[in-house]
């Protein structure tokens, strides 16, 4: 049974960094486009950024842009996404999604493994 698990979410200040992790397991992760979106309550499950896996090419939310970097180590089969400069407003749920095809998609729908999300807080 495939499984995703992050970690590395917390309580940080504004201007904070954080890595969140995704570890994957009983899935050929090196095959996969991995992914990170994050949700608030009551909103929308969000594209934040991801990396496809033949050629490593990558995607980032405008608002994230030149803040995060997301990138996976296949060995370890483990996605990082790295946030820097944190904001009040990058407060949510963050999941790890992935998807067999080599495109980044924004469409939630179209990942077909999920993690259980890791909580993000901004908060001075």
């Known amino acids: 049974q495939v499984q995703l698990v992050e970690s590395g979410g917390g309580l940080v200040q504004p201007g904070e960094s954080l890595r969140l992790s995704c570890a994957a397991s009983?899935?050929?992760?090196?095959?996969?486009?991995m992914a990170w979106f994050r949700q608030d309550p009551g909103k929308e499950r969000t594209l934040v950024a991801a990396?496809?896996?033949?050629?490593?090419?990558?995607y980032y939310a405008d608002s994230v842009k030149g803040r995060f970097t997301i990138s996976r180590d296949n060995a370890k089969s483990t996605l990082y996404l790295q946030m820097n400069s944190l904001k009040p407003e990058d407060t949510a749920a963050y999941y790890c999604?992935?998807?067999?095809?080599?495109?980044?998609?924004?469409?939630?729908?179209?990942?077909?493994?999920w993690g259980q999300g890791t909580q993000v807080t901004v908060s001075s």
């Open positions: 999604a992935a998807r067999r095809q080599n495109t980044i998609e924004t469409t939630r729908e179209l990942y077909v493994y």
């Open positions: 009983e899935l050929t992760f090196s095959s996969y486009t």
């Open positions: 990396i496809t896996w033949i050629d490593r090419r990558t």
